[in-house]
């Protein structure tokens, strides 16, 4: 989402506070949880004496608040929850993953036209030259915790690639591949059907380093033609038309949750 870390310790005391079954939560995370804005927004907001807690403006970034029970605005107006929402987009190649480009170019958000929603975000990116499942949401909590290694959610792509990929070449992508002094691994590597001069694989991944499969591929000699998203855990593409937005359902967002730990610790 683009949002700065927090620092390890203030993390710690968040957690710390949830664990003992309050919702205590600092103010610029309080203003995220509530779909208002990114926390780094909300610092922005604190700083500039724009945000209100009962009444009060609060200008401390590392302030206290029970969500249950505390009432803000911003501006003087007062905001509540929004409803959360989570969708997925079959990306079509040539479009940025951003809300704006100063170069005009077309972005996902041409995709989203019909759908007015503030702060709806997408929950990491898939390059320009990238298809396939974009997931977007304004529920922060929901992607942070989707994004973080530490849940190893797996992502499914399927890659066409300029030439046979043979079974060494793809064992070395899933033992770990040396490039710009990063070691690159995949969860897994197979070959789906080749041709005379090129072929399709299945790779998967629980993290998401930077153009990580084109590198890889780099690495072995191989070229990407052409790289699309298929699932992001048991979330699967399917049939969704290129261009085409829809929900997730609540079988699928539950499995989701499940996957990334939230359902048993009871976080919506």
């Keep these: 989402m683009g949002e700065r870390r927090q620092p390890q310790k203030?993390?710690?005391?968040?957690?710390?506070?949830?664990?003992?079954?309050?919702k205590r939560v600092t103010l610029p995370r309080a203003l995220s949880k509530l779909g208002y804005c990114?926390?780094?927004?909300?610092?922005?907001?604190?700083?500039?004496?724009?945000?209100?807690?009962d009444g009060r403006i609060i200008r401390n970034l590392d302030a206290w608040v029970d969500l249950q029970s505390?009432?803000?605005?911003v501006d003087g107006a007062m905001i509540a929850a929004e409803a959360k929402i989570y969708l997925m987009l079959n990306k079509p190649r040539g479009l940025l993953t951003t809300r704006h480009?100063?170069?005009?170019?077309?972005t996902v958000?041409?995709?989203?036209?019909?759908?007015?929603?503030?702060?709806?975000?997408?929950?990491?990116?898939?390059?320009?030259?990238?298809?396939?499942?974009l997931l977007?949401?304004?529920?922060?909590e929901f992607a942070q915790t989707l994004l973080d290694p530490i849940t190893h959610v797996t992502k499914?792509?399927?890659v066409q690639v300029n030439r046979v990929m043979d079974a060494e070449s793809l064992a070395e992508m899933t033992y770990g591949i040396r490039h710009d002094g990063e070691v690159l691994a995949a969860t897994a590597a197979r070959l789906l059907r080749s041709g005379d001069r090129n072929s399709w694989i299945e790779v998967?991944?629980?993290?998401?380093?930077?153009?990580?499969i084109r590198r890889m591929l780099e690495a072995t000699g191989a070229e990407c033609l052409r790289l699309v998203r298929v699932a992001i855990g048991g979330l699967k593409l399917g049939e969704l038309p290129k261009g085409s937005v829809r929900a997730l359902t609540e079988a699928e967002l539950r499995d989701l949750k499940r996957r990334t730990g939230m359902e048993r610790t009871g976080r919506n």
Excluded at 136 to 140: A, E, I, S
Aim: proline residues 5%; negative net charge; contains cysteine.
């Design 10 to 22: 203030l993390r710690e005391r968040e957690k710390a506070g949830a664990d003992a079954g309050g």
């Design 109 to 133: 958000y041409d995709c989203l036209k019909e759908f007015d929603i503030p702060h709806l975000s997408p929950v990491g990116r898939l390059d320009k030259a990238s298809e396939g499942l």
């Design 156 to 158: 499914t792509y399927h």
């Design 101 to 106: 480009d100063p170069e005009e170019r077309p």
């Design 70 to 73: 505390a009432k803000l605005a």
């Design 204 to 212: 998967e991944l629980d993290e998401g380093r930077n153009r990580q």
């Design 136 to 140: 977007f949401t304004n529920d922060t």
């Design 38 to 53: 990114s926390r780094t927004q909300a610092e922005r907001l604190i700083a500039d004496g724009r945000v209100a807690v």
